[in-house]
């Protein structure tokens, strides 16, 4: 009796175990996705600190994370949202728009790219196109409607 209980809390064991570790699939892209947007939110904290450059270098290192990320799933418009997102913040607009449009292609009314298409916009004074942006959160009743209105309405004050 007591060999069956040893092997049966073996096979329990080495089950979960492998359960937990996965086969590189799909857990390596949720494991980048998810290192990626830690790294955002640090780099988020540094900006409000003042420590832009700091900042800077974590937004590129969590865009390399969304570009592993993006090469296990191609259909996911968030991974396009934060791809965009830390583009923009490392300076490249021109990249940022076009994963920001990839992802607009899959999801047309994903806030979260509407709205920060709409800061790129406004950051790189196409307020006419920002206002498009605008005009697609229109009736979500979400705070991304509110923080670009607020946003295109202080153009002239940078707070994106």
């Known amino acids: 009796m007591k060999k069956i209980i ?5 096979i329990f064991i080495s089950n979960n175990v492998f359960a937990a570790g996965g ?10 996705y998810d290192e990626g947007v830690k790294l955002v939110k640090r780099a988020g ?3 409000k600190k003042d420590k832009g450059e700091k900042a800077k270098k974590l937004y590129t290192r969590a ?3 969304f570009e ?19 583009s923009r913040k490392s300076g490249n607009f021109t990249k940022a728009e076009e994963y920001y ?20 916009y406004v950051q790189t004074n196409r307020i006419e196109k920002a206002n498009e942006r605008l005009a ?10 509110q923080e670009l209105e607020l946003i295109i309405k202080t153009k002239g004050t940078k707070i994106y």
């Open 6 to 10: 040893i092997l049966i809390s073996i």
């Open 23 to 32: 086969d590189g699939g799909g857990s390596t892209k949720a494991s980048m």
């Open 45 to 47: 904290k540094l900006e």
């Open 63 to 65: 865009l390399k994370k």
């Open 68 to 86: 592993k990320a993006l090469s296990k799933d191609k259909k996911n418009p968030d991974v396009f949202n934060y791809l965009g997102y830390t």
């Open 101 to 120: 449009l990839s992802g607009l292609k899959l999801d047309p009314k994903h806030n979260g790219i509407n709205e920060y298409l709409g800061e790129l």
């Open 136 to 145: 697609v959160l229109k009736n979500c009743n979400c705070e991304e409607y």
